[in-house]
């Protein structure tokens, strides 16, 4: 596609229960990049994907945060046993590369979990 | 955590010229300045981005200080459709690692009045 493309738009799940947000990066990109952000708040770095590299997790806030790209293409984002808190925004983004090129943003998850 | 700091709001009249200032004070050699806005519930956009010379394009310039302790971008027209929050990020160029990672900070939120 011509952008970033994130699924579901929006997504309510129960408290406790485990959800899946994708992310489909421009064609072409090897960096990939999560976030999210709360009501009002700026944006919270979670995880950076580039090329074969490891990735930079550092910015996961728990064990029950993980992320994928699988065949450096798209990347799933698994957050397990929801709770309240993890209501947000989460958003994806790619790049050419990790040097000096421009990211790109998709329009967002909104998760709600009640 | 952001390497950036930067004023949390600021005011500009309409088609007058809006600088928002940067400071960067612990920024290496390695590392570019980054900017980006985002609109309300729109993902973050692309804005500019130099290393040590100014730069403009078509939405802005960009103007760093000599020793790269700052910087200030300018919207050299501003509309009502410039009103969004805008973040400076300092991101170090390279692979693998946190190179080439995108930390925002708070940013600062520009109100454009008419």
Known sequence: GAGVSQSPSNKVTEKGKDVELRCDPISGHTALYWYRQSLGQGLEFLIYFQGNSAP?????????????????????????????EDSAVYLCASSLDSMRTEAFFGQGTRLTVV | DAKTTQPP??????????NLPC????????????????????????????????????????????????STLILP??????????????????????????????????????
């Open chain 1, 56 to 84: 930079d997790k550092s910015g996961l806030p728990s064990d029950r945060f993980s992320a994928e790209r699988t065949g450096g293409s798209v990347s799933t984002l698994t957050i397990q046993r929801t709770q309240q």
């Open chain 2, 9 to 18: 709001s600021m005011d500009c009249a309409e088609g007058r010229a809006a």
């Open chain 2, 77 to 114: 027209h501003a509309t009502l459709r410039d009103t969004a929050v805008y973040y400076c990020i300092v991101r170090p160029w390279g692979y693998g690692g946190s190179q080439g990672n995108l930390i925002f900070g708070k940013g600062t939120k520009l109100s454009v009045k008419p």
């Open chain 2, 23 to 70: 400071n960067h004070s612990t920024i290496s050699g390695n590392e570019y300045v980054y900017w980006y806005r985002q609109i309300h519930s729109q993902g973050p956009q692309y804005i500019i981005h130099g290393l040590k010379n100014n730069e403009t394009n078509e939405m802005a310039s960009l103007i760093i200080t000599e020793d790269r302790k700052s």
